[in-house]
């Protein structure tokens, strides 16, 4: 059975996954921006360029991409209609996807901190922090593609 996007249903999966990889790109380097935005003092010519650096990875690529994955992600699941929505995978998948999303406005938080020079976190909470996107991603990769339950 074909849902309603039809013979565009291929083209919106292949950017919705490209969206994906542009989205984890940007949540696996933003942490690590912030880890070694510690290190510099508050005010320095150095501070400013990680402000920048940052404020550009979230606002240009990471904040647009999320958009995309959840607009397009929504499409293709409408389109495939309700027999997913009662499996287990699915469910897993969503909860991960809902805790990324978390995790997404808590880097932004993060970045506004650094912005007003109020951070008071160390890089290795920052290098911890960058570790939580990639399992996050991994769950979500396995449930949709391998459908272990």
Do not use: C
């Not at 510099?40 to 010519?45: D, I, L, Q």
């Not at 991960?96 to 978390?102: D, H, N, P």
């Amino acid at each position: 059975m074909e849902g309603f996007l039809g013979g565009t249903y291929l083209w919106i999966k292949a950017i919705h996954i490209m969206a994906v990889i542009a989205w984890m790109a940007g949540m696996l380097y933003l942490p690590r921006l912030f880890a070694y935005h510690v290190d510099a003092e508050p005010g320095s010519t150095q501070s400013e360029i990680f402000k920048v650096m940052e404020r550009r990875l979230l606002r240009g690529i990471i904040d647009p991409a999320m958009i995309l994955v959840f607009v397009l992600g929504i499409l293709l699941v409408i389109d495939r209609g309700p027999a997913i929505w009662s499996e287990g995978w699915w469910h897993v998948k969503l909860l991960a996807l809902v805790i990324l999303s978390g995790l997404h406005g808590m880097f932004s938080r993060w970045r506004r901190d650094f912005e007003a020079d109020r951070n008071t976190r160390s890089a290795r909470f920052y290098k911890i922090a960058n570790e939580i996107p990639a399992v996050l991603m991994v769950i979500i990769v396995l449930m949709v593609v391998v459908k272990p339950f």
